[in-house]
């Protein structure tokens, strides 16, 4: 005899609300576990490839490997003409950015379905003229790169990472920290027997971008006739393992970046932390989604991954998203597909064009939580985040997506079941932020800012969700094949 199940109808009331109210539920609880196994899969390469790329450099060559591996053609290293549906290009930009396309059957004159990141984090940049000896301690003197709090740079393990130009016109590579038989770096901190006074002061002025000095060598240079031996001991070493003398500081890019490596988080390793999240985690997702558009038939637009530097420090500058890389990259495409040179059809392409602005958002932080309106957070593991808008102070200096675009978005991510929300940066006066966004919109490209919820952002560990980070790349193949 069989047990029969006690099935409670919906009531009306029940019924009406599933249909009319905006509930979003958990991300985990919309995945199949086959969908799971691949999320986790995922997350494990995103840890490794942000581990090897944190800087913009790093990211940006390590993307144009992975393009290159997977039969992308330099555009700059000479490609067949016209580049027919399917083919595969990039470009890269002085090292620090990059662009990576795949030629649709529609005419790029109708214009192109874009996904554009960045790739720079911030970080303690060093100044020119760096290196200093004080109580027979080196120390290297440093600017902060984009808007970080300063005390939370200090007492952590720190690596350098970066490019020197030497005298002879030499670039060398410098990467020291990361190895487990690599040596460190730090920012001091004062003890807190003697932080009384410190204490007392604003976490703005507790530590100054003046304190930020990396701690760098104490052992001095073996004879008693030079000066300052700390120092040229130091030089000594920089000298022999790379070739350096003082004066190539003026002219080398060394960025200091925490030491530690992308950990799973929780005892359910349901999240991510890592130093960089911001915007790799989007950048990352939009990469693999070029690829993995490129392994099928070709799209029906052509769609470009913008891979830009410079956003912590507003986009500005050759490798920004204010420069005219993104312009003349698609300016090379319509000639190189159709051997149109009219600005008339550039700017055609550019206004028949759609992009998200791939940039993440503040997750709703329960220890912070008079921040934000919950109503309109973004929250970690409720899949990718949308955001209408940018900027602050009634949307100043920000990107405003029209009802139309974020319609059509949004009913894609739909059709396709990736798990997404809405989110705003915060309270209407507390603060906001901008994107690319409003610098590709200037050209009359439709874009829609979206992302990943991230904990701590801009703190040397931020925290991610593998869901959300799993969805933004679901959603962003979704744009790709049906903007």
Known sequence: MGIEENKEEKSEGQILSEKLFNDKKNSWDSFSSESIDALHQF????????????????????????????????????????????????????????????????????????????????????????????????????????????????????????????????????????????????????????????MQKKASEMITGEDLNILAGSKPFKDSKAKDKVKLNLLNILHEQYGMVEQDFNSAELEFVPAFKARDLGFDRSMIGAYGHDDRCCAYPALRAVLDIATGEPPEKTVVCVLTDKEETGSAGNTGAQSRFFENFIASLLLKTEKKESDSAFRLALSGSAMLSADVNSAFDPNYDGFWDKKNASYCGKGMVLSKHSGGSGKSGGSDANAEFCGKVQSILTRNEVPWQTGDLGKVDKGGGGTIAKFVANLGVEVLDSGVAVLSMHAPFEVISKADLYAAYEGYKAFFREA
């Not at 840890?47 to 450099?57: A, L, Y």
């Not at 939370?152 to 350098?160: K, M, N, R, S």
């Open 43 to 198: 997350a494990e390469a995103y840890k490794q490839f942000i581990d090897r790329g944190k800087t913009e450099r790093e990211f940006t060559a390590l993307s144009a490997e992975v393009l290159g591996n997977a039969g992308f053609l330099d555009l700059d290293g000479g490609t067949e003409d016209p580049l027919c549906p399917g083919a595969r290009v990039y470009q890269v930009n002085r090292g620090k950015a990059l662009i990576a396309a795949v030629i649709g059957k529609k005419s790029i004159s109708g214009g192109v379905n874009i996904i554009g990141a960045h790739v720079d984090s911030p970080r303690i940049d060093l100044k020119a003229n760096p290196l200093y000896e004080e109580a027979d301690f080196a120390l290297l003197d440093t600017q902060y790169y984009g808007g970080i709090k300063n005390y939370q740079w200090t007492a952590i393990p720190l690596a350098v990472h970066g490019v020197v130009i030497r005298k002879d016109g030499k670039m060398v590579q410098v990467c020291l920290g990361e190895n487990e038989e690599d040596p460190v770096f730090t920012i001091t901190d004062l003890l807190p027997h003697l932080a009384r006074e410190q």
